[in-house]
């Protein structure tokens, strides 16, 4: 199968979805902006054996693709539009491409994002970039930089689970939940909808905890301090990892696509699954208190334990 056919079976859908002029099949999409609208424009690379096993099923690689910049365009507090996908790949088979082509489409739907383009090539291993546009009310997009002395620090869901998902599957084990969570990441598109004009700075949480928030409070020019005992956990977490190793996960474990924030509490009452887990203040540090007590952790995204 040629590149052409293999773009037209599974990839062009001929989707007319609102705002498209022009779609897959000429030489560039075509595209018509909402008035009053910004756009927001953002890209993400997965690779083989960098981003995700060189085993995972062709489906979550599809969603997930789509989901990491979804994440993305929801930190921003945007609503995705359209996306172009960049696929790179060896000698599959149809199969593999119909499957992945199966998961990219099932994160599209779920989402309201249309594929309007791309590029596909041959090379040793498989690399998915997806470059997405979302759009967003003129001058309200939610930026890392508006972080206030006094704010809450606040993270969604529940964290460490897509590294342990990870982990687990390199020791041979499973656990759906966990397993789940790395490779079909929810993306809080609502959420960052929500936060437009209530959280004062957004960063979403791909690289573990620790270093997002930290690059939140860098780009604010403000310190901050977590108490690491309020940071979510899920029961999964707890029980397949004691305390300190469900922390480790928590605090510096990559790719959980959750939202960390700051803002008023009284501008964010009412909003479901948040949790406050420390506060803004002045300097440039963020310090972690376990107990009272001072803890370090580095936030470099990769850790294993013995
Ligand atoms: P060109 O040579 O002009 O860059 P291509 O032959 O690469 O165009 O692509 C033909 C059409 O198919 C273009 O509209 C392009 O955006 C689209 N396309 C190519 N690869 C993909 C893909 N993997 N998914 C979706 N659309 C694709
Ligand atoms: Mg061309």
Redesign the pocket.
Known sequence: MD??E??RR???RGDAAPGIVT???????VLDPSPGMEQVQVIDTLVEGVHFPADTDASDIGYRVVAVNLSDIAAMGARPRWM????TLPPKGEQWVEDFASGLFEAASEFDVA??????TNGEIVVATVHMTGEVSAGSASLRSGARVGDTIFVSGTCGDAAAGLELSQRDMSDAFLAQRFLRPRPRVELGAQLVGRASAVIDVSDGLVGDLRKLLEASGVGGEIHVDRVPLSTALTEYFDSDEALQFALTGGDDYELCFTAADDDVAGIDGIVAIGTVVAGADLVCLRNGEIVEYDDSGYRHFA
């Open positions: 590149e052409f293999l773009i599974f990839f062009d779609g897959i099949g000429d030489d560039g999409a172009t996908l960049a696929l594929l309007v383009g791309g590029d596909t």
